[in-house]
């Protein structure tokens, strides 16, 4: 494969004697949008979260861009600012202005003038359709803005990657539409994406590939014609059944 | 009543009152008492030696301008001394209680268990005597000696107090943080410290207030006329004017301080308000 983006191998995790994550081996190029379906308790957030080491892998490898964020020696804040980051509780920072939430990290981190940070910003903040949210304190947004100032935050940092953790799951369902409107522009643009999501119909139209996890493992991936439109897994059956028809399923199938 | 009637929810108590009558009863009997107890304070109390002790108009104007211009300004002055720098010191043993250092940990452990375990005049003491004492021909402005005093009790409460705080900043925020690629550091000053101090607002006033009221063990150092805080004024008054009315002066310049404080308190809460547990869930708050 040509332009890898991330490099996961041999990727382990466990929370004292529960094992999370189970030796698993990825790779994203350049571009590429990877929906990571699968039901609570998988282990996909803590995959995401292993990407940019919010969560410290209990063994195995992850390289992006050709740097190993796993290395000791790595300077991981660096590292982290090519990784955008969105979270399901959104995590804006709830004593500043929507603005100021943009242009921190550009300006502490990056170390952009006060002009230059606050251009990008807004560019951004129009970019997710909020242009006129600036001044606004987090807590004065509905959940969908609170969201999209998340996405805008990530990208004002200009990253080649970014991973989003279950971006929709505390919205309300009006205003999920929002939130991935905005995500799949981003994908249109070729930002490389790596998306733990519940929307299935998301990761159907927008994937180039779907992961599909259980048990800490990728039972099965591929494109989401295969993956969600004709799953060969048993597993990945009895989820997407449950998942898309959810009134009409009986008892969870145990093996 | 009807002695075959089912029995019902709401019916009737035996006592014949509803649960509603019943609580008007008990409301207006403690309505009765209330007025009892102020008839009894008005007709037993001696209102006319009461008057004269303390609400006498001349002595209370002799007070005057002194209990504002020296007395209360030199209040404001030590608190202000002894809560500025206390609040520097007690963010610096909150950091050192959660570092990773354990000898960090263990100094400030100590310092704090140590000064908030002893009354705060023994401290006044032991800086205004102690110190002088130990190190011969140093001594200390006596300003610098009340705000180490103050600031040096203060800080022992305040340090928990900051440390609570910071670990009420929810995690998601440290987080984010660190994914825009913030250091430990930069994260906690640009993030943490400011929605910790948010949140410890009410008890961080709390404690300045304490400190107000404290800053009148600065008589343990002695003091010239014009050095005299509120309860030294207000002291010596009471031997000048063979009256208790100096005492009544005092207190409420003590509350003229303090009430405004708590004003401001409630000022800052709204002004910052939105606080971070409610606005980092916003809507249909999942797990």
């Known amino acids: 494969m040509n332009d890898v983006k ?40 803590t995959f995401l979260r292993c990407v940019n080491l919010l969560e410290e892998p209990t063994a195995g490898k992850v390289v992006v861009d050709g740097i190993e964020l796993t290395d000791p020696d790595t300077d991981i804040d660096a590292a982290r600012r090519r990784l955008g980051m969105v ?57 969908g803005q609170q969201q999209r100032v998340g996405i805008a935050r990530a990208l004002s940092m200009n990253p080649d990657v970014m991973l989003f953790d279950e971006p929709t799951s505390a919205l309300d369902p009006e205003l999920v539409g929002d939130v991935l409107a905005v995500m799949r522009g981003l994908a249109d643009e070729g930002m490389t994406m790596l998306v733990v999501t519940h929307e299935m119909q998301f990761a159907r139209e927008v994937a180039d590939r779907v992961l599909f996890m259980d048990g800490g493992g990728i039972v099965e991936q591929g494109p989401p014609a295969d993956v969600i439109g004709a799953p060969k897994e048993e597993r990945t059956r009895s989820f997407l059944a449950r998942v898309l028809n959810p009134t009409h399923t009986e008892a969870a199938p145990t093996e | 009543m009807a002695v075959d009637a089912p029995p019902t929810k709401s019916g009737p108590a035996k006592s014949g009152m509803s649960k509603r009558q019943r609580g008007r009863v008990i409301r207006g009997t403690q309505y009765a008492v209330l007025i009892a107890v102020l008839a009894a304070l008005a007709v037993l109390a001696d209102w006319g030696r009461l008057q004269e002790a303390f609400f006498n108009l001349d002595v209370a104007a002799g007070l005057f301008p002194d209990v504002i211009t020296v007395a209360l300004v030199n209040t404001v002055v030590y608190t202000a001394l002894g809560f500025g720098f206390g609040l520097g010191l007690a963010l610096i043993l909150a950091l050192m209680r ?22 705060a005049l023994l401290i006044f003491l032991s800086v205004g005597i102690g110190i002088p004492t130990a190190f011969p021909g140093f001594s200390l402005n006596r300003n610098i000696t009340i705000m180490l005093s103050l600031g040096i009790v203060g800080s022992a409460y305040m340090a928990e107090t900051i440390r609570a705080g910071i670990k009420a900043v929810p995690g998601g925020q440290i987080e984010a943080a660190r994914s825009l690629g913030m250091s430990p550091a930069r994260t906690m000053i640009t993030v943490v410290i400011p929605q910790a101090f948010r949140i410890i ?59 405004p404080l708590s004003v401001v308190q409630q000022r800052l809460e709204r002004r910052f308000g939105g606080g971070a547990d409610k606005g980092s869930s916003g809507h249909g708050s999942g797990t």
């Open chain 2, 98 to 119: 959660m570092s990773s250092v354990g000898p960090y940990r263990w100094i400030s452990g100590a310092y704090i268990e140590f000064f908030r375990g002893l009354p």
């Open chain 2, 201 to 259: 607002l009410p008890p961080l006033t709390n404690e300045l207030i304490l400190l107000t009221k404290d800053s009148s063990l600065a008589f343990v150092l002695g003091s010239t006329l014009d050095q005299q805080e509120l309860t030294q004024f207000g002291r010596a008054a009471l031997t000048n004017f063979r009256s208790m009315t100096p005492i009544l002066v005092v207190g409420l310049c003590y509350l003229i301080i303090i009430i």
């Open chain 1, 6 to 45: 991330i490099d996961i191998s041999g990727l382990r995790k466990s929370f004292g004697s529960v094992e999370v994550l189970r030796d698993i081996d990825q790779q994203v190029t350049a571009g590429e949008v990877v929906c990571v379906i699968g039901p609570s308790g998988s282990g996909k957030s």
């Open chain 1, 87 to 143: 979270f399901q509780q959104f995590n804006l920072f709830s004593h500043l202005s929507v603005l100021s939430n943009l242009t921190v990290a550009q300006r502490k981190v990056l170390g952009r003038g006060k002009a230059e940070a606050e251009a990008v910003a807004r560019e951004n903040l129009e970019r997710v359709g909020l242009a006129d949210k600036a001044a606004a304190m987090p807590a004065q947004l509905s959940g």
